[in-house]
């Protein structure tokens, strides 16, 4: 198990002030196994709401084009960054060199049976698989979770183990949300569905990949 260092300092100053989402929210002492994360969206909203990074305000980046529907909750894992390692890992798999990390942290959805209302919320998540994206020339990976004691999907560990319905319904979003439906030039990709051990490879990639972004920012 890959345990997270958190940074005492960092934690005295939550509380005081109100964390960051991305860099301030402590990703849990079980991660990369059992995670901290913040939701964005859940199924109800009709825009597309993302964490501004420089306040870690929740903003409005854009109302929904068509009438995809999202079908989990929706967000990112806190101290995570798709970086160099993120970006390598689908360069090797796919023999594409040119593929990068998309510079954003690692995002993930989250099955649950429940209804929650709104996001700009911290859940606790199993990660039990995910979907190597690419987008362009980008590393887009997304994690497939289940909110922990969930009454439906608690006992899930792996996504194979989920309904066939249900993954073609996450993966029919994620490759149709940002294009026109019917469109020929599709910007995005799925190129393999994995499991849950590769999920924990890709957190824990995400979770180095972040801690060099963040030294980079320190000390250049």
Avoid at 6 to 20: T, V
Avoid at 44 to 60: F, I, N, P, R, W
Avoid at 99 to 114: A, F, R, S, Y
Avoid at 149 to 157: C, E, I, L, S, T
Wanted: charged fraction near 25%; aromatic fraction near 8%.
């Amino acid at each position: 198990m890959n345990k997270v260092n958190i940074d005492p300092i960092g934690k005295l100053l939550g509380l005081r002030h109100k964390a960051h989402p991305w860099h301030g929210v402590d990703i849990g002492d079980n991660a990369p196994e059992e995670l901290i994360t913040f939701i964005e969206m859940v199924p109800s909203d009709t825009v597309k709401y993302e964490v501004h990074k420089q306040t870690g305000y929740l903003m409005l980046d854009r109302p929904q084009k068509y009438s995809n529907i999202l079908p989990a909750l929706y967000g990112f894992i806190p101290q995570t960054y798709c970086g160099s390692r993120i970006g390598k890992k689908s360069a090797d798999l796919l023999n594409r060199p040119e593929i990068i990390g998309d510079g954003d942290p690692l995002d993930i959805c989250v099955l649950t049976e429940k209804d929650i209302a709104s996001g700009n919320v911290l859940v606790r998540s199993i990660p039990i698989g995910g979907f190597r994206m690419i987008d362009g020339n980008q590393a887009d990976d997304k994690i497939v979770a289940v909110l922990k004691n969930d009454a439906v999907y608690g006992n899930v560990k792996d996504i194979n183990e989920l309904p066939k319905a249900v993954v073609d319904r996450l993966k029919h979003y994620f490759l149709t949300y940002k294009d026109m439906p019917g469109s020929k030039n599709l910007k995005t990709e799925i190129t393999h569905i994995y499991n849950a051990a590769e999920a924990i490879d890709v957190i824990s990639r995400s979770i180095d990949d972040y801690k060099e972004f963040v030294n980079q920012l320190l000390f250049k």
